[in-house]
């Protein structure tokens, strides 16, 4: 009994006598999945949760929200942080003994034999052979040990693999975040296209109008004589061009259509609409030095805390390696029972320290350790990598939004200016003072100020989101969702 006793204390020093979850005892699997930040959260939905109606018009938040509850790439990053959270289960098994217990039944049996049996005589002198036999055996046997091992001590080995383990675990669920941060910046993207997209297709309609209007003209100038065939020829010619142009709007949003849909983790052919978004200047928000910009993205980017986490793992498999090459010390212990019929049962047990010590290894613990500090100094390239990464990131990014805030302002001007050319030359043309060079030429600058004005538009929403995503500061975009893409096309 004194064998079970110990085998009692060990465990109970590793495990509390509380209820335990023995599928997950060291509860390593409870990470929660990715959610939206409170910013843009809005709505009391679960959205990742059970199968939800879309609603009548889709916000930024969202499109957000579904993207990172969806979207499978969201729910492999969850998974792979998961399995590394697993590991860490793993390592922290090796703080607790071993216990293995057998049990058996045999059968055994045996044939005996005879030898002799003959006798005789010979002459006046005898000799006679005389016969014996040994019996059959028969029986059957039970068996059944247990047997417990118990690492005490090797010199910080499982420490440093326990490290490692978690420090990986942190790398995987800044990972996690980054893939997240990544499908929160296509959400963006996606948003800002189908928007641009069906800004595009409202001012090639506006496009097609105006050069109808100027057909119509033309034709009626040539019906009452005062107009030149070439006129009407080249009005048609315009018209033409503006219901191609009009044909392949309509094929870009329906593209654009089916890639947010698709990030969405919803079949390309699924209907939904956004919600129209008001008038609103396009002003930058970042307006600190770019130098704490930069300062700032590396505390916040969840690519260069993987970096860091990955160095950390690498010190710490340096720390392991190295006690690999050390002494053990373990304590274990087993009981036996054996019963056999016709006889008395038996019992035996044991209890040892031992201690192990790698003497020569062929000096692959040497390796080892060279290996696990050259792939220390790789992480720390590959650190450095990333930092200075973000800050070429930030400063593009950064620049990039004061360009197009400028192009933006620009392009509303070259707008308006285009507008009253174009209202000015199809007025000259009615009237008889122009001609039709003049306002197919007005008619078409319109339609390139316009496109430009929606490009420049859509550029300036990307390069602040791309300041944002390059900080990973994404939910300052998500919340303000107010931007004018579509109102330009209704001048």
């Not at 109008?209 to 070439?230: C, I, M, N």
């Not at 197919?440 to 929403?461: G, H, K, M, P, V």
Request: some cysteine.
């Amino acid at each position: 009994m004194k064998q079970f006793a110990l085998i009692f204390c060990l465990l109970s020093s590793s495990l509390s006598c509380q209820a335990v979850d023995w599928e997950d005892p060291f509860e390593a699997g409870k990470l929660p999945k990715p959610v939206v930040s409170g910013s843009i959260a809005t709505s009391g939905n679960d959205v990742c949760g059970a199968e939800l109606a879309l609603p009548a018009a889709l916000s930024l938040a969202d499109v957000v929200d579904r993207v990172l509850c969806r979207n499978p790439k969201s729910h492999e990053a969850w998974a792979n942080a998961r399995v590394q959270a697993a590991e860490v289960g793993v390592a922290r098994a090796a703080f607790l003994p071993n216990v293995d217990a057998t049990a058996g039944v045999e059968h055994n049996w045996s044939n005996g034999g005879s030898r002799g049996g003959l006798g005789g005589t010979s002459g006046t002198t005898g000799s006679t052979f005389g016969s014996s036999s040994s019996g059959n055996t028969d029986y059957n046997q039970l068996s059944a040990g247990v047997s417990l091992s118990y690492l005490l001590y090797d010199f910080g080995g499982r420490d440093a693999a326990l490290e490692n383990a978690r420090q990986l675990f942190e790398a995987a669920s800044a990972t996690q975040d980054n893939v997240v941060q990544g499908l929160f910046f296509s959400a963006i993207q996606g948003y800002y296209q189908l928007n641009a997209a069906q800004a595009a297709l409202e001012s090639a309609l506006e496009a097609e109008r105006s050069s109808k209007a100027s057909l119509d003209a033309a034709t009626a100038r040539y019906q009452v004589g005062v107009g030149t065939p070439a006129d009407r020829l080249q009005a048609q010619t315009a018209y033409s061009q503006a219901v191609l142009d009009r044909i392949r709007a309509e094929g870009a949003l329906r593209n654009a259509h089916g890639t947010l849909a698709n990030l969405m983790g919803m079949d390309a052919n699924q209907n939904y609409t956004l919600q129209p978004v008001a008038d609103a200047p396009a002003t930058g928000q970042f307006q600190a030095n770019v130098g704490e910009l930069i300062a700032e993205a590396r505390r916040r980017r969840p690519d260069l805390a993987a970096a860091e986490a990955q160095i950390a793992a690498a010190e710490a498999g340096i720390a392991s390696a190295r006690a690999a090459g050390k002494p053990s010390i373990s304590v274990s212990t087993d009981l036996a029972y054996l019963n056999r019929e016709s006889s008395d049962s038996s019992r035996s047990g044991g209890i040892g320290l031992n201690v192990t010590i790698p003497l020569f290894t062929g000096f692959a613990n040497t390796y080892r350790i060279r290996s696990a500090t050259e792939q220390a100094e790789a992480r720390k390239a590959a650190r450095d990598q990333i930092s200075l990464q973000i800050a070429l990131d930030v400063w593009q990014a950064y620049q990039n939004l004061q360009t197009e805030t400028q192009s933006v302002q620009s392009s509303a001007d070259l707008v308006a200016s285009a507008i009253q050319n174009a209202d000015v030359a199809l007025g000259r043309y009615k009237a008889g003072v122009g001609n039709i060079i003049d306002v197919i030429t007005a008619q078409s600058a319109l339609a390139s100020a316009r496109a430009q004005r929606i490009q420049a538009r859509f550029n300036w929403d990307i390069a602040r989101a791309s300041l944002a995503y390059s900080m990973g500061r994404l939910d300052d975009v998500a919340a303000d969702t107010q931007h004018p893409l579509s109102s330009e096309s209704q001048q």
